[in-house]
């Protein structure tokens, strides 16, 4: 039985491409922009930045790998911590 919360991923563009393509050094400039380029193409990316940002929760840069939802791990870190900082200031 497939489970709704991942049934999204059947549709992820990234299926077509070899899973070492999503997952470039982050040094990888070249690496990072076309793996972003399969994201781009994605219809489900929304729903894989989600899924990414929850799984990831606070867990450390460093511990945070690939490109997903069109986002480094990076740009991921910085959107987790940019979105509980303006969570904080709505609960003040
Ligand atoms: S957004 Fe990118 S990483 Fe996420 S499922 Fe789509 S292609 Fe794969």
Redesign the pocket.
Known sequence: MSDMRTRW?TY???LEVHPDD?FPDPRNQAGNRR?KQ??RR?P??QL??NDALTEEGGKRQENRH?????LTSDERYLLHHRTRVQGQKAAV
């Open positions: 991923r992820a563009a990234c999503m793996a399969v994201c994605c489900v990316w894989c930045l690939g490109i997903r939802g069109g």
